[in-house]
């Protein structure tokens, strides 16, 4: 799967130094993630590891490597491939999310909890969570 697009950032950004698990997927959340990496902050987008973020295909129009749609609200982040149903992934999700600033996702109501990445568990090992 490849990247998110990324781009350098000037080092002196307003959100330098906030780290964002971004959960979301479609508009909503990832324009809102895109908007915190293009102030600055590190934006770690977790997808899943064999097709990514639904809107990857989302096509025409397409780019050589995914849906123009994906792209145009994916720029300036990380990404990684994480099955968050598999055991071993969640505690991957659960790692990111206990040391994030933000935890961002758009998921239906009570999706989160059922992993064990709801508020409250996050909160229980990071309490500065946003």
């Excluded at 040391?99 to 909160?123: I, Q, S």
Aim: net charge negative; aromatic share 4%; glycine share 8%.
């Amino acid at each position: 799967m490849p990247p998110a697009t990324t781009a350098p950032s000037p080092a002196s950004l307003p959100l330098d130094g906030v780290l964002v698990a971004d959960f979301s997927r479609v508009l909503a959340g990832p324009l809102a993630t895109m908007t915190l990496a293009d102030l600055g902050a590190r934006v770690i987008k977790v997808e899943h590891p064999e097709r990514g973020d639904d809107t990857r295909g989302w096509a025409p129009p397409r780019s050589a490597t995914s849906a123009t749609y994906f792209e145009s609200v994916n720029r300036n982040k990380e990404s990684v491939g994480w099955d968050l149903k598999d055991p071993e992934d969640q505690r991957r999700a659960a790692a990111l999310a206990a040391r994030a600033d933000v935890v961002v996702h758009n998921l239906k109501p009570g999706t989160m909890e059922g992993l064990g990445l709801g508020y409250d568990d996050v909160a229980r090992e990071n309490p500065s969570v946003v």
